[in-house]
């Protein structure tokens, strides 16, 4: 409508009360479910395993995922990629949410079935997608996502604030100043699983 200068008064969706789902309880899950929480979301988080967090409350088993998205209006997907995440947002994850939901991935691109996802966007049973990371990227200039009904893209930049490179160095001189004093490192991954297990001092840029 703004490129037509078109001026149509119309009504938004409010967010307030509406229910959310986070994949992934890292440190950019858990601040995306506490940002949601603050905007007056009900949010839920599903991670490796179900189990009760400190900060977080109950936490389902992303591996059930499918189980706990009736009714859920966002999907946010903020899990880092692991054999157990390959292909989580699938067919049968995507069957699970209503068609007014809403997909948000700012993971890890092969944590989403793209084709399956295009299936659902195609047929209207998904309202629609904002995608930051995909399977192949750049996201090639003939990929059909550009194009998929409801889907915005943007180019792996979620993270990427005004100022993030500055962060990112001063997360680097506390650590190594904490090495030099012989002190435990922040946000030290774990190479069995693959990634930062709880959500280290913040979540890193990109």
Same mark, same amino acid.
């Given at each position: 409508?703004q490129?037509?200068?078109?001026?149509?008064?119309r009504? #938004?969706r409010?967010?307030?009360?509406?229910?959310?789902?986070v994949?992934?309880t890292g440190?950019?899950?858990?601040?995306t479910?506490r940002l949601?929480?603050?905007?007056?979301?009900?949010?839920?988080?599903?991670?490796?395993s179900?189990?009760?967090?400190?900060?977080?409350?109950?936490v389902?088993d992303?591996g059930?995922?499918?189980e706990?998205l009736?009714g859920?209006?966002?999907l946010?997907?903020?899990?880092?990629? #692991?054999?157990?995440t390959r292909s989580?947002v699938d067919?049968e994850?995507l069957?699970?949410l209503?068609? #007014?939901?809403?997909l948000?991935?700012?993971? !890890?691109?092969?944590t989403?079935?793209e084709?399956?996802?295009l299936?659902a966007l !195609?047929?209207? !049973?998904?309202?629609?997608?904002t995608l930051?990371?995909?399977?192949?990227e750049p996201l090639p200039?003939?990929?059909p996502?550009w194009?998929?009904p409801g889907?915005?893209v943007?180019?792996h930049?979620?993270?990427?604030?005004?100022?993030w490179r500055?962060?990112?160095?001063?997360?680097?001189?506390a650590?190594?100043?904490?090495w030099l004093?012989g002190e435990?490192?922040e946000?030290?991954?774990?190479k069995? !699983?693959g990634?930062?297990p709880g959500?280290g001092?913040?979540?890193p840029?990109g």
């Amino acid at each position: 409508m703004q490129r037509r200068h078109e001026w149509r008064h119309r009504e #938004t969706r409010p967010v307030r009360g509406a229910r959310a789902v986070v994949v992934g309880t890292g440190g950019i899950g858990r601040e995306t479910a506490r940002l949601l929480t603050a905007a007056g979301l009900d949010v839920s988080v599903a991670g490796s395993s179900a189990r009760t967090d400190l900060e977080l409350g109950e936490v389902v088993d992303s591996g059930r995922l499918a189980e706990h998205l009736a009714g859920v209006d966002y999907l946010v997907n903020a899990a880092p990629l #692991t054999d157990r995440t390959r292909s989580l947002v699938d067919a049968e994850v995507l069957a699970a949410l209503p068609p #007014t939901a809403h997909l948000v991935n700012v993971g !890890r691109g092969p944590t989403v079935v793209e084709e399956d996802l295009l299936v659902a966007l !195609r047929e209207g !049973r998904l309202d629609g997608a904002t995608l930051d990371v995909f399977a192949t990227e750049p996201l090639p200039q003939d990929s059909p996502l550009w194009d998929a009904p409801g889907v915005v893209v943007s180019p792996h930049m979620s993270g990427d604030v005004v100022g993030w490179r500055g962060t990112l160095a001063d997360q680097f001189v506390a650590n190594a100043r904490r090495w030099l004093d012989g002190e435990p490192l922040e946000n030290v991954v774990d190479k069995e !699983r693959g990634y930062v297990p709880g959500g280290g001092t913040g979540p890193p840029p990109g």
